[in-house]
Each structure stands twice: as structure tokens, then as C-alpha cells.
């Protein structure tokens, strides 16, 4: 079973990208740290350039999570 991603464990997969950054950069950042759970979200984002951390984290749908994105 895939655990849950939180903003924390997203950031910690993608602390060795330079921004900015396409959908495949950030992809390939999470293939690299064999994070599954990561991968899976960020399978799910539009296609485009991101322009920092905060643009992946309003793309990424987070598990359970409430917060507004």
C-alpha cells in the first residue's frame, strides 16, 4: 500500500532540483530517491514548467489533506 505524501516528505524527493523545473525534472528527482508515493503524484500534474516549490505543492494533490492548494 502506498503511504501518504505530505508537503514535508515532496520536499525532501525534490531537494536536488534546481527550479525551474518541468514536470519530467521533478519526475526524475523522485525516480532517483525510489519514492513511489512521490512518483505516483507527480504523475498526476499538469504538464509545465514550475517555477519554485510552492507551484509543485499547489499542483500536487496531497493524501487527506485539507489545506487549501
Given at each position: 500500500?502506498a503511504?501518504?505524501?505530505?508537503?514535508?516528505?515532496?520536499?525532501?524527493?525534490?531537494?536536488?532540483?534546481?527550479?525551474?523545473?518541468?514536470?519530467?525534472?521533478l519526475?526524475?528527482?523522485?525516480?532517483?530517491?525510489?519514492?513511489?508515493t512521490?512518483?505516483?503524484?507527480?504523475?498526476?500534474?499538469?504538464?509545465?514548467?514550475?517555477?519554485?516549490?510552492?507551484?509543485?505543492?499547489?499542483?500536487?494533490?496531497?493524501?487527506?489533506?485539507?489545506?487549501?492548494?
Amino acid at each position: 500500500m502506498a503511504g501518504t505524501l505530505t508537503r514535508d516528505h515532496l520536499k525532501d524527493c525534490l531537494t536536488d532540483v534546481d527550479f525551474p523545473a518541468s514536470k519530467d525534472d521533478l519526475l526524475d528527482a523522485a525516480i532517483r530517491k525510489g519514492d513511489p508515493t512521490a512518483v505516483q503524484a507527480l504523475r498526476a500534474i499538469p504538464e509545465t514548467d514550475y517555477s519554485n516549490l510552492a507551484d509543485v505543492f499547489g499542483a500536487v494533490e496531497f493524501g487527506g489533506d485539507d489545506k487549501p492548494r
